[in-house]
């Protein structure tokens, strides 16, 4: 998590009143005489998912100082939504993954343990609308709640390999495997083995970015790696930390650290690159995000890895704390990057959805 998540201390949440009604001799004989509710029920009631609205205003241009500028970089713009819902618990988004090929079905993570499920809406190849929204909390071995235990709700990274989905824990700086086989989004998670290193990582600078290679993917020897990205974890000479977990060859590795930026979330392409979203934030110059490019064949035990970057945004564009990076091809083979923000909660940010399509 960024700076930014200072902010939080902006909001706070008003107790509702309650008006005490008057009900007659026969409702109260009706509500003594029920039997209370079974744990199970109410546990249920605790854990289930609920739907909820999330209302979407279109971004329609990306640098609204210049309407006619639609390439930025190596990456051109196609549409964008402003996420707003009266859910209590929607923002902080700061993981995102498709579930399908079409770039429509996503699972997404707020760094406060929660789920959201639903689907982006077309017209004319940009987002309009989210659909059958679902959230839901995410839950521990014993089918509670992550959030029961104490600093386990610091949700930061999100990785999938088929049904298996990964969830990095900033805070405590942990991994946990959930099987969507079992249940979906109320699957139970359970504790990933991880080497000691990340567990020294420094607080509220952890684990920020998660990717899974497929073992199928042609050329790579990492297929079947879970890497693991540190937001602001440095080695000995002041480059970011990243880790290979499972796999043919784990090891710790480097990503070479430039212009002060910290990593905020990764996606693999299927051409083999690895693209590296990246923010800073300054009080003075307000908020910075980049994207860089590094090629998985460069990664191994012990490698320093860099790459150009291919983006870059600041306050003058369509950007917010940007915590969240994912890709698809479209059926007429474009590829098309989504990035989602975690507005901290504050009433002072946005959830925005973009979308670009990369063009070199």
């Known amino acids: 998590m960024s700076t930014l998540s200072s902010r939080r201390s902006f909001i706070s949440h008003a107790a509702a009143g309650f008006s005490t009604l008057a009900v007659s001799r026969l409702a109260q004989a009706q ?28 971004i329609p241009f990306f640098e609204p100082r210049d309407r006619s500028r639609t390439r930025f970089g190596s990456l051109q713009y196609r549409s964008g939504l402003v996420l707003t819902s009266a859910h209590r618990g929607f923002g902080g988004l700061s993981g995102f993954r498709f579930l399908d090929a079409k770039g429509e079905r996503f699972l997404a993570l707020s760094d406060q343990g929660t789920w959201f499920t639903g689907s982006i809406r077309y017209a004319g190849g940009k987002m309009t609308a989210l659909d059958d929204v679902e959230a839901a909390p995410m839950l521990n071995t014993e089918g509670r709640p992550i959030t029961d235990r104490r600093f386990w ?24 495997r959930f099987d969507f086989a079992k249940g979906g989004t109320r699957a139970r998670g359970e504790v990933l083995p991880t080497p000691p290193a990340v567990r020294k990582l420094p607080n509220n600078k952890g684990l920020e970015a998660l990717v899974f290679v497929p073992r199928d993917i042609k050329g790579q ?54 693209l590296i979203l990246e923010r800073k934030f300054s ?42 990076i994912d890709a698809h091809v479209t059926a007429e083979g474009e590829t ?14 946005r959830t925005l959805l973009l979308q670009f399509t990369l063009v070199e």
Do not use: C
């Open 31 to 58: 509500i003594t005489t029920e039997p209370p509710p079974r744990a199970a029920q109410v546990e249920h009631a605790v854990t289930a998912p609920v739907g909820i609205e999330v209302n979407a205003r279109q």
């Open 153 to 176: 709700y610091d949700t930061e990274s999100l990785a999938r390999d088929g049904n298996l989905v990964y969830v990095g824990l900033e805070r405590v700086n942990q991994i946990m």
């Open 221 to 274: 020897p990492l297929g079947g790696t879970l890497i693991a990205l540190s937001e602001g974890g440095f080695d000995a000479d002041g480059n970011l930390i990243g880790f290979l977990i499972g796999g043919p060859t784990p090891g710790q590795f480097s990503i070479k650290r430039t212009d002060k930026q910290f990593i905020s979330d990764a996606v693999l392409l299927p051409s083999g690159e690895l």
């Open 283 to 324: 009080w003075f110059t307000g908020i910075n995000i980049r994207i860089r490019s590094i090629p998985l064949k460069s990664i191994a035990p012990g490698a320093l890895v860099d790459g150009p970057v291919l983006f870059e945004a600041d306050l003058g564009h369509e950007v917010d704390n940007m915590e969240g």
């Open 336 to 349: 098309v990057l989504t990035l989602v923000s975690d507005d901290n909660f504050s009433m002072l940010q």
